[in-house]
């Protein structure tokens, strides 16, 4: 199996593939502004196995195109929306977030939980923005400080995992500065991370060692995640990820 092909793996049973939490789904579309949310279109990008595509289904009744690289969490993804009778509302679509098909201004929501990284923020936030209706607005939770200094081995690891990890005002001045105003921001709380990502993660790295044989790939990603976690319990106070929601602008700058 590639890493790839193990990632997915070790990842496919669980409920989320990132830090977040139904209430924190919640809190964020709180921000979000409708006389109809039924009527919202909404494209989930990079949305796993569908935790957070479930919570804005069931809550808003909208029609939501749930895209993701890997057809093994659509299918996850599919089977619960059956089961649960959410496949009137959900369609997925097998794509690369860096190069997707849609129209110009399908959306009335742009909906991305810990998955942006994969494009870069502010990539993302310019590449996606044309699929948005004006006035439309944009939900991203991403890798932020919470410091503005920090030890030295927090900071060389994520300069090592993902040096575009910044602090929250640096992130919002790049949202303004792309053509988008900020109508909600808030850090996700550490039982997001723990109970909800982290433990399960935990639960099902010895199984996924025995279900591979031990094989030098299958320790590696074992050894990375739980440094990962290690590393998250010993520093958790000076990053999370950060909830940014905001609108795209209706008047465009001239300058
Ligand atoms: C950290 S997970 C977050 C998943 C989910 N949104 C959640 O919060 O549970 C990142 C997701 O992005 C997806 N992904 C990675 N690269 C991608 C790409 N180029 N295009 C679309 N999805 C991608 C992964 O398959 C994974 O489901």
Request: net charge negative.
């Amino acid at each position: 199996m590639t890493e790839l092909e193990l990632l997915v793996d070790l990842h496919k049973d669980g409920v989320r593939q990132g830090p977040g939490s139904v209430e924190e789904t919640l809190k964020a579309f709180s921000f979000i502004e409708s006389e109809h949310f039924e009527k919202l279109k909404i494209v989930d990008i990079g949305c796993g196995t569908g935790g957070q595509t479930i919570t804005l289904a069931k809550h808003t009744g909208a029609q939501i195109t749930a895209v993701d690289l890997f057809p093994e969490f659509l299918n996850v993804l599919n089977n619960k929306a059956n089961e649960l009778e959410l496949l009137k509302n959900i369609k997925t679509v097998e794509a690369s977030m860096d190069n997707l098909a849609f129209h110009d201004e399908e959306f009335d929501v742009i909906w991305s939980e810990g998955a942006i990284y994969n494009i870069g923020f502010e990539r993302g936030l310019q590449e996606w923005k044309k699929y948005l209706k004006r006035g439309g607005y944009i939900a991203v939770s991403e890798a932020t400080w919470l410091t503005k200094s920090r030890p030295k081995e927090i900071e060389e690891y994520w300069n090592r995992e993902y040096a575009d990890i910044n602090m929250a005002a640096n992130r919002i001045k790049l949202i303004e500065d792309n053509g988008y105003s900020l109508v909600g921001y808030f850090v996700l709380k550490q039982s997001s991370w723990m109970k909800n990502y982290y433990e399960p993660i935990k639960n099902r790295l010895q199984k996924f060692l025995e279900r591979h044989n031990n094989s030098e790939s299958a320790k590696q990603l074992y050894e990375s995640s739980v440094e990962e976690i290690e590393i998250y319990e010993k520093y958790k106070d000076y990053y999370s990820y950060g909830f940014y929601v905001a609108k795209k602008n209706i008047i465009f700058s001239l300058l």
